[in-house]
């Protein structure tokens, strides 16, 4: 069934046709959307409200439901304070060509599209597809995918989509993906999350949350994704937490996630910490960092990170990809490494043709390199370019007895 939904129409009428369409999202909300419905808003309108989807459907993954605008141009969701679209223990739902509005990071109190998964028994819902969106204005996250099972277990969600999408001036982040966070067990909440083509930017950060806020691009929890051809930039620069900070595109308790032609740039902390370009944190495993372009980010270009508590950090890999100017603030690398030791510390990392170069900051020391920290094993760079300007620092913990050398061009002005 389609049903379409204009300004112009009565939530009086049938609603499944354009001639008698609805007028509000609150006849939307109050119809049991089914299995292969669709849900169309007119174009070039707005419309006040919060859609809501309840219900977990995991039977119908060929039949999947429907947002999107009919007519040329898009629809806008103006949300207000609360989430533009909140699907709860639904799997099977695509949203298409659709604006969502918030009142303002300060002002707003949720996510812009949001998607959590509460149910027990480890269920995971599948088939999430947002393509063609663009979110502003939300507290929390532009587009949320969220586990928070009942009984603490692995529920999430699997072959998550989201392309085309443009997601900014929101305020903990742009696109975040988390799951349950249990480094004493093996396991993960979610699966085959894609994230392809998306921009991502201004999304500043919460004052005074208590932990890192203002990331572009956030997997947690996830085996297997990709994050590719994206662009993320200016997030961040509220983040005041001390114990850690923003990235414009990063994973962390992670396994099998690729990270590929992305270009991620000026991002910032008001902290101490962070504010780089790219990150493989605390017990990320057998993942790719490939063929991306960072540059300008107050933190490291490339991060590698493992914190107190996490599970084993293990057999990465960092090669193909370009470094310009990072670590404007705080000292940081353009590859970067720091580590507790914690659960064996930084294990089997390679390291190979990559071109890091930097030059002098007015607030920081940036190095091109920077593997100081202790609490690494069997790293190895070969085949790199390290170029500085004569006055930021080549390699800080070139003696380090766990990191060898080989093969690397390093240049000087």
């Not at 997997?219 to 923003?246: H, M, R, S």
């Not at 994973?251 to 790219?278: A, L, P």
């Not at 107190?308 to 057999?315: L, P, Q, V």
Request: with cysteine; hydrophobic share 30%.
């Amino acid at each position: 069934m389609d049903y379409y939904i204009s300004l112009y129409g009565d939530d009086s009428n049938s609603g499944i046709s354009q001639k008698h369409p609805w007028q509000s999202i609150d006849r939307v909300n109050a119809t049991r959307i089914q299995p292969g419905d669709s849900v169309w808003f007119h174009a070039d309108q707005t419309f006040n409200g919060n859609l809501t989807l309840f219900g977990a459907n995991t039977d119908a993954l060929d039949e999947p439901i429907t947002f999107g605008s009919y007519g040329s141009g898009r629809a806008t969701i103006d949300a207000g304070t609360g989430a533009g679209f909140f699907a709860k223990n639904r799997g099977g739902v695509r949203i298409v060509d659709l604006n969502f509005v918030g009142a303002g990071a300060e002002q707003n109190t949720s996510s812009g599209i949001w998607f959590v998964n509460t149910l027990s028994k480890h269920k995971r819902l599948k088939h999430i597809h947002i393509d063609r969106v663009d979110v502003r204005g939300f507290k929390h996250a532009g587009i949320s995918i969220a586990s928070q099972p009942i009984d603490g277990g692995w529920s999430g969600f699997g072959d998550v989509k989201i392309t085309h999408a443009n997601v900014h001036n929101n305020g903990d982040a742009g696109i975040s993906c988390l799951g349950t966070w249990k480094p004493e067990e093996e396991g993960y909440s979610h699966t085959n999350i894609y994230v392809g083509k998306c921009r991502v930017y201004k999304n500043l950060g919460i004052s005074r949350k208590g932990s890192h806020s203002g990331n572009g691009i956030v997997l947690a929890q996830v085996d297997g994704a990709t994050i590719e051809y994206c662009e993320a930039f200016e997030n961040g620069k509220l983040n005041d937490y001390e114990g850690g900070g923003p990235v414009g595109i990063w994973t962390w308790d992670s396994n099998r996630v690729i990270i590929q032609f992305n270009e991620s740039h000026h991002n910032r902390t008001g902290s101490s910490k962070d504010g780089g370009g790219f990150d493989l944190d605390g017990g990320v495993r057998n993942s790719i960092v490939q063929y991306n372009y960072s540059h300008d980010n107050d933190g490291a270009g490339y991060l590698l990170a493992q914190f107190e508590g996490a599970k084993a950090f293990h057999n990465n890999v960092i090669r193909n990809n370009l470094s310009e100017n990072d670590g404007r603030k705080n000292s940081y690398g353009g590859i970067h490494f720091w580590s507790t030791g914690a659960n064996g510390g930084i294990r089997n990392t390679t390291i190979y043709q990559n071109t890091i170069s930097t030059s002098k900051s007015d607030v920081g020391n940036p190095a091109a390199i920077d593997c100081m920290s202790e609490g690494v094993h069997n790293i190895r760079f070969y085949n790199n370019t390290f170029k500085t300007d004569g006055k930021a620092v080549l390699i800080r913990g070139e003696d380090n007895p766990e990191v060898i050398f080989e093969g690397n061009i390093c240049l000087t002005a």
